[in-house]
């Protein structure tokens, strides 16, 4: 076992915050290692050469070349660093492999949305360097003694260093999302160089094809869940994707561990998106906020109407469809809802229409801006996420730190970090939001109405919001968790 001086662990990660993000991985990918880095643990990332990548990283310097991998096109290791802020620099591995990741359109997606077709050639050399990085067969100096791997794109890692030989690292895998699995045909197995005998139940095979996330799943040595409640539901067969057996087959060596938010990026005293900064002591200065999002977003401003605020990929998971069940009835309480976020666009036109028949009630920003985002979690009174499954989810965190109480159905890590509000939690202090179970679009209405009452009554509503704002959301906690688990791998 490594002294705490010499732990060291190869993250590897298809996307980090700033430079490529398309959800919650990438905060993760940010946060977590710059936490570990202040627990004396070595940390250094794996990503792939997206054209935001390699423009956005510094000191970018040649420390290997990959030429000889038959399964994969030629690739160059580039050593660099990753600028969190002043003083927060993680250092990052770069493959630099113009044929597959130099192109225009997201980490996953061309410009149209369609799936790139060769992603199972690009997250396998992911996967594959992030295993000769682990190895005795890597070209460099450095070598972890942990390969952190994350969701689906780095799955194959565990089974390459499976079948190698030689020393290797222990490996862990995060699930932060188990719906995103990783499947292509069968014939891949030998494309990307591994053991025809691989492809077995036991192995890499899934329903008659290859998941890189089954790989992971099945050869990696733990697994971890980004909260504790996710990694008991996804052994179910509600929520476990088809993979509930292998997990509860697997529970022994899985833990689940909360996500944390970046309380610098996120804290309302300091957020420089928001038009007044405010703390729990003068809570009086938010309501700056909530008259400039009303404007900006062409609303009828009036701080007495609880105004509802959601940040959110609108699809089915999200349970877009519910709150557009319920928006005509929401209004009538009455209520505000603006809404920021895209993804299906049929749920995108009937929220557009909406806006046209409630236009002093209802307003919809299709798309993303960082800073609306931040203005709507301080603007907002209620932020509301019926998210039908939610491994951790961040902005019922954002918004307990912004004294903005969150809606949400129990499940996942909503469960977790959300305090439903009761006369019993009221009086214990535990108060933090409202949650409702099971998913129907009337325990949603008749909570967003309950929040709403709730909001009338000042003092107990600020108890609500102080009770948030108090809590610790910050990564040091997990971060400290993740490290412990390190250590027992390698015991």
């Keep these: 076992m490594p002294s705490s001086q010499e732990l060291r662990v190869l993250f590897i990660t298809s996307e980090v915050y700033p430079l490529c993000k ?53 690739a160059t290791l580039l050593s660099a660093r990753l600028s969190l802020s002043k003083t927060e620099n993680i250092p990052v591995f770069v493959i630099d492999c ?16 369609r799936d790139w077709p060769d992603n199972a050639l690009r997250f396998g050399l992911l996967s594959k360097i992030g295993a000769i990085l682990s190895s005795d067969a890597s070209p460099i100096a450095w070598r972890p003694h942990i390969a952190h791997c994350n969701d689906w794109q780095s799955g194959l890692t565990p089974a390459y260093l499976h079948f190698h030989s030689g020393k290797k690292a222990a490996t862990l895998m995060t ?12 014939g891949s197995v030998v494309q990307l160089g591994l053991p025809p005998n691989s492809f077995d139940i036991n192995g890499v095979e899934y329903y008659g094809n290859l998941s890189f996330l089954k790989a992971g799943l099945y050869y990696t040595d733990h697994i971890t869940t980004v909260s504790p409640n996710y990694a008991e539901e996804i052994q179910t067969d509600a929520l476990g994707f088809g993979l509930q057996g292998l997990l509860a087959e697997r529970r022994k060596n899985m833990t689940g561990i909360i996500n944390g938010i970046s309380t610098n990026e996120w804290d309302p005293a300091t957020d420089p998106h928001l038009v007044k900064n405010y703390t729990s002591r003068k809570l009086s200065d938010k309501v700056a906020n909530k008259s400039a999002l009303q404007q900006q977003m062409g609303l009828a401003i009036d701080i007495d109407v609880p105004l509802f605020g959601v940040v959110s990929r609108l699809n089915h998971q999200k349970g877009t469809d519910l709150l557009i069940q319920i928006a005509p009835q929401l209004i009538k309480i009455p209520a505000q809802l603006v809404i920021l976020g895209s993804d299906h666009a049929d749920l995108e036109h009937q929220l557009t229409r909406l806006t046209k028949t409630y ?53 996942g890590g909503l469960r977790d970090t959300v305090v439903d509000c009761t006369p019993q939690t009221l009086a214990d202090g535990s108060a933090s939001g409202f949650s409702f179970f099971p998913m129907t679009v009337d325990n949603l209405l008749s909570t967003a109405k309950r929040a709403a009452t709730a909001y009338h009554h000042k003092k107990t509503w600020q108890r609500l919001q102080k009770n ?23 015991r």
């Design 22 to 74: 398309t959800g919650g991985l990438g905060d993760v990918s940010a946060a977590l290692p710059a936490a570990l880095r202040l627990l004396q643990t070595d940390v250094r990332l794996l990503l792939p050469g997206y054209p935001q990548v390699l423009a956005g990283v510094k000191y970018k310097s040649k420390v290997a070349e990959f030429n000889e991998l038959t399964e994969f096109p030629p």
């Design 98 to 113: 113009p044929g597959l990741y130099r192109r225009e359109g997201g980490p996953y997606m061309d410009t149209l949305g």
């Design 359 to 411: 236009p002093s009630e209802i307003a919809v920003r299709i798309g993303f801006s960082e800073t609306l985002s931040h203005l709507i979690e301080a603007g907002a009174d209620c932020f509301l996420m019926p998210s039908r499954f939610e491994p951790c989810g961040l902005n019922q965190m954002y918004s307990q730190r912004y004294g903005t109480p969150p809606v949400v159905h129990a499940t």
């Design 175 to 186: 699930i932060h999302n188990l719906a995103f699995q990783g499947i292509f045909p069968p």
């Design 468 to 490: 948030g704002m108090a809590k610790d959301f910050s990564w040091h906690a997990s971060a400290a968790t993740y490290r412990k688990l390190y250590a027992s791998l390698l």
